[in-house]
């Protein structure tokens, strides 16, 4: 009996067991997984983080910690593009950890993903709510305190409103269905787009290269006496959530026009563009203005308006209010769809592995997650909570990289339309940036996220 609970544990799933289980629709191209994956990483990190980090711990060097991280992200988007190609079916590192390490394991990475997923949702919606009450004030409607805030954030009110109605106004936009869903991505991608052009523009003749002394004030990475890590590398660990959701694209195979080809594509495409995207805002923001003041909420506005640019620091918050929906859609559909997967092999009720027939959508599972995530974001201040979806990416990523190098041990003749060169030393690579970033990351974070998986 024990012998046969250990291999049930462990026991793997076909390669391509799933392809095209759910009865969903195949309606996405590359063009639409990249600007899915764009969609999802242009958000709070670029808006929100930069500053923070900046001001912080890094300095203007926080656009070497964009590097550090980018880097290890794309690690982990390699050994996604990899299995994404090969294993495919399933997607997300739910599907991949069970291919290569069995149902036990994969079981784990599940709720691992769900924990991150689900938190960083409501967590963005309580910052959308944030910059959404700021406009409506700036045009004389703001709303009370009352509703801006749950009753046990530091300054308590009765519940969040605005988060609450953004994530159902989401989840009834996934019910209709994913197709729809896409086009309005890429028209609010196209918005949140030209935002940051505008902003750039704007900048690059306005800064200040004295602001830029000393480039690394905390150096690669240190401990101050109370305790707070800063420099670099912390700040790599922090601006990672700059990344989160890139690894939403791999959740989309079963949706994709051509999985192989097109998953891939979107996952590195998407990423290397955000990339770029951050090291060039981060310079130019910490060129505007001296980096102490961007300890504050939105610091590519703030920095605007310190210059007296307020048309164009307007036109940034309305593309901050774009670019935080656009991420909250993507990370949304990433974890209904992950719920889906575990539901069909049996890992969770198979109430979630029901699909309309109409839509083509698991209406099921995106009305629970949705009502779940609007009591979590109206209710619960999720500043603490956040810091989790970090550790729990990166946990995943770790996963998928060491996927990649089992797979290539146990199923050596999988066929790999695309495959990582260079053998095993991108995923050990993979494993041992993100491994490192983890490390880096506060204790107490450690703790939650053991507490979690326990």
Known sequence: MASNLIQNLFR?????ACHNQFGLRRVLSAFDLTLLGIGAIIGTGIF???????????????MLSFVVAGLACTFAALAYSELASSVGGCGSAYGYSYAAFGEFLAWVIGWDL???????VAAVANGWSGYFNNALTAIGMGLPQSLTAGPFAPEPGLVNLPAVMIILILMVLLIVGIKESARLNA??????????CVFIAVAVFHVQPANWSPFMPFGWFDTLPDGTTVGVLAAASLVFFAYVGFDAVSTAVEEA???QRDVPIGILASLIFCTLIYIVVSGLLTGLVPYPELNVSSPVSHALQTLGINWAS???????????TTVMLVLYYGL???????????????????????????????????????????????????ELVNVGTLAAFVMVCIGVIVLRKTAPDMERPFKIPGGIIIPVLGVLSCGA????????????FLLWLG
């Open 12 to 16: 793997k799933k076909p390669i391509g």
């Open 48 to 62: 929100v983080l930069t500053g923070v980090a900046a001001a912080t711990q890094a300095g203007p060097a926080v």
């Open 114 to 120: 769900v924990l991150e997923y689900g938190v960083a």
């Open 187 to 196: 028209a609010m991608v196209f918005v949140k787009l030209l935002t940051i």
């Open 257 to 259: 026009k051509n999985p």
């Open 314 to 324: 307007a036109l940034v918050a309305t593309g901050v209010i774009t670019g935080l």
């Open 336 to 386: 209904t769809r992950i719920i889906l997967a575990i539901s069909s092999d049996g890992l969770l009720p198979s109430f979630f592995a029901k699909v309309d027939e109409k839509t083509h959508t698991p209406v099921r599972t995106t009305v629970l997650c949705g009502v779940i995530m609007a009591i979590m974001a109206g209710f619960i201040p999720l500043g603490t909570l956040a």
């Open 437 to 448: 970033l983890i490390a880096f990351l506060p204790s107490i974070t450690h703790a939650r």
